[in-house]
């Protein structure tokens, strides 16, 4: 198979689908690699070190789109990619469809089949692909929102983990997950004062016995959120439904319970976010202020420390890119029913079904999709 990995594109995102080291796997099982000249270059992936893994090194995304049996992307394809994707052409990346139909249309008008890694299960019930960017997303909330906090930045002026004498930040997280449990663990190591809203009482249990306590545990109800909210200096939303729009918890009103200068950092921005006045924003112009509230709401997080990012997101996606290369995208996606779970868009058809109750459009059961098309079975 002939695999295609241009360039990000989307504002400051320098993550790259594949490693040198993931081209060389590739190579190794008889595939061809071209990646995008200077695609990784921004993290010291050079275009010489995808060469010396057997990559063609290609100047141009256009090239890459009208040549490669497969794209491995990272984050999801921006409208000008969209419309080079073609019948029969596999999509391998993060799509968030939900809050976005724009991107849904491009996709179905496309005829690609678009797999996406948030969607992708394992045998646990846990989302192995969207796990490595969540426990980034986690960890680096607690970052941007503490630097949010600086009275220069615009906030209160509180130093999370306080001083001698003077009291840490009180930090709320909503949602319990990996992305929570980051953002907690974070928190918690720079001396804050933190709680955690979660509706699973087995979740709750979970964590208090992992962090013996340290970290205070409430099941989340609109009465205890809005008591989180009046003594919170910064709120963490990590509220994910995989595959479908964030629930909106943090409604505009309830922002005049807040504190002034108060930070919420919504990492669930990527699927529409779960505050009320939540929209997305980017690396280079990252906050707002809503009634007096600072809102951190940048889209790709991880693509602020992207090094880490590409080789913790890779580690993950690679045995899953070389099962759709070896086998071909149709048998691959027919043996593994937990990567068929990634299966959004194939054909002109929306086979997520959360994706499409949320957009409505017609779904239709990914096993059928497959059925009734000439995707190829064997690359």
């Known amino acids: 198979m002939l695999v295609g990995v241009p360039k990000e594109i989307k504002n400051h995102e320098y993550r790259i689908g594949l490693t040198p080291a993931g081209v060389r796997e590739l ?10 000249s200077d695609g990784g270059t921004a993290i010291g992936l050079t275009n010489e070190m995808y060469q010396a893994a057997g990559a063609e090194i290609i100047a141009t995304a256009q090239e890459i789109f009208s040549r490669a049996d497969m794209i491995v992307k990272v984050k999801e394809p921006q409208p000008q990619e969209c419309k080079m994707l073609r019948d029969g052409q596999t999509l391998f990346t993060y799509l968030h469809l939900a809050p976005d139909p724009q991107q ?14 948030e969607t992708v299960t394992d045998k646990n019930g846990g989302l192995p692909l969207l796990a490595p960017m969540s426990e980034v997303a986690g960890r680096m909330s607690i970052q941007a929102g503490a630097h949010c906090l600086e009275k220069a930045q615009g906030g209160s002026g509180i130093l999370i983990g306080g001083v ?5 930040a009180n930090i709320t997280v909503i949602g319990g997950g990996v992305v929570g449990l980051n953002a907690a663990r974070v928190a918690m ?10 509706r699973s009482l087995s979740r709750l249990k979970q964590i208090d016995e992992l ?7 409430l099941f989340s109800t609109t009465e205890v959120l809005e008591q989180q909210l009046k003594d919170a200096d910064m709120v963490v939303g990590a509220v994910l439904i995989p595959g479908a729009a964030a629930p909106k918890l943090v409604t505009r009103e309830m922002l005049g319970l807040m504190k002034q200068g108060s930070v919420l950092v919504d990492v669930a921005i990527d699927q529409g976010g779960c505050f009320e006045t939540s929209r997305a924003t980017t690396h280079q112009d990252p906050t707002y202020v809503v009634d007096g509230i600072t809102h951190y709401c940048v889209a790709n997080m991880p693509g602020g420390v992207a090094r880490t990012s590409t080789f913790a997101l890779t580690n993950a ?19 593994d029913k937990h990567l068929l779970e990634g299966l ?36």
Not at 29 to 35: E, F, L, N, R, S
């Open 164 to 168: 001698p004498g003077v009291e840490p």
């Open 27 to 36: 190579v190794q099982h008889g595939h061809q690699v071209m990646i995008e």
């Open 317 to 335: 996606t690679l045995p899953y890119v070389l099962a759709l290369a070896d086998k071909g995208p149709k048998q691959a996606l027919f043996d």
């Open 104 to 117: 849904t249309q491009l996709l179905v008008e496309s005829g690609a089949t678009c797999i996406a890694y």
């Open 189 to 198: 190591g720079m001396g804050g004062n933190v709680t955690i809203l979660d």
């Open 211 to 217: 962090f013996e306590g340290r970290i205070k545990t």
């Open 344 to 379: 959004n868009v194939h054909h002109g058809l929306v086979t997520c079904e959360a994706v499409a109750s949320a957009l409505g459009y017609q779904f239709v059961a990914a096993e059928s999709a497959l059925a009734g098309s000439d995707l190829q079975v064997s690359a």
